[in-house]
């Protein structure tokens, strides 16, 4: 079988795993389920078949591992999927990395640095209320454990007292391949990308407020609507995006009506604006604008405002020098990849408290992720792997 050939067969192995019997498509392997359970078993048994010694930690991330000198370079990307999970995000940085050591093991023997591969137990928020739950117990920055995910780790003989214990000092470089998740890629024909960084993210929760009226028998010149004057606000939000232009954008997902009757004018409207940005001051003066504009809105039609921060985290730059080792790489591979900033989150951005961290997307078809359409060439899955083996044998041989 060719390596191509096991990547993709691999890959159609753990997309089964936890495949959804309702209808919807998709697969869902949620932390500490039994289709995350399986899953992990699986890549287990492959990385054991390539001559990697396994371990779990704590929390449950699983490590296959070349022994060698100094610090260890890692590559990998989480086991964790979204309800309705396509069949590249995260298992391709499993796969993928556990292709490129087998073949670095076959043609090169045993490396001069230990290498490993690792497959995050935790990323998507998907379960439970949290995110990058893998890579925070990586970095040591888990503080307590919800009570809800104790019962569920001790489900599994994982032992909440001892999450401190999965903490890593001893990792020099991270490095994923990944698929892009947005039309970036295949738009401009870029076969291949390293990431110069991942956006800063602020959920911004606005409360609008005004008075519930009767629908029928209060003038439209009377009214204090809640809702139209937050529809002002979230096409507020995207001119401001839009005006900024790319890499700024903004989002609002999530919006909730009081007292939500046909036949009552809104008196409170809740909305949520994501707002991301690969440069802290870019994303805060795309703030700052919202901020402005919104409470421009509220005065002018006589209405209630309150904006409320309801998560922050700052931009990560990828490695400078990770970024020119992947860049040497492509063209060592025979290819020219551009730059670009990632828009989603990655477990990579809380690595890099740590350790140096870099990057490479694929293009995804359509821009299609999160969904079961998610797709990439193989043909491009075939390169980024190639140009994933070669940055690790420049790091580790």
Partial sequence: MTGNALLERRLDE??????????????????YGSAWAAAGERVERWMKDAGLETRRDAVGNLWGR????????????????????????????????????????????????????????EEEGSRFKTSFWGSHAITGTIDTVDPEIAAAMRELGLDPAKVASAARDDIDTFVELHIEQGAVLESSGTPLAIVSAIVGTAHLEVTVTGRSDH?????????????????????????IAKSLGRPAVAT??????????????????????????????GRRALEERVRSLCG?????????????MLQERPPVPMHSDVRALLARAATDCGVQ??????????????????????????????GRSHCPDEATNPRDLELGTRVLAKALELMAY
């Fill in 14 to 31: 753990l997309y089964a795993i936890g495949a959804e019997p309702d209808g919807g498509g998709g697969a869902y392997r949620p932390l």
């Fill in 66 to 121: 070349i022994e060698g000198t100094g610090k260890s370079i890692v590559t990998g990307s989480h086991i964790d999927t979204v309800r309705h999970g396509g069949r590249l995000d995260g298992a391709l940085g499993i796969v993928a990395g556990l292709s490129a050591v087998e073949a670095l093991l076959k043609a090169n023997g045993k490396p001069k640095r230990p290498l490993e591969v690792v497959a995050i137990c």
């Fill in 215 to 239: 629908a029928g028998t209060t003038p439209m010149d009377l009214r204090l609507d809640a809702l139209a004057g937050a529809a002002a606000m979230v096409q507020a939000v995207e001119s």
């Fill in 252 to 281: 609002v997902g999530k919006l909730e009506v009081e007292p939500d009757q046909i036949n009552v004018v809104p008196g409170k409207v809740v909305f949520i604006a994501d707002l991301r940005h690969p440069d802290l001051a």
């Fill in 296 to 308: 421009t809105i509220a005065s002018e039609r006589g209405l209630g405002l309150d904006i409320r």
């Fill in 337 to 366: 990849a551009a730059e670009l900033v990632s828009g989603a989150g990655h477990d990579a951005q809380i690595l890099a408290a740590r350790m140096k961290v870099g990057m490479l997307f694929v293009p995804s078809i359509g």
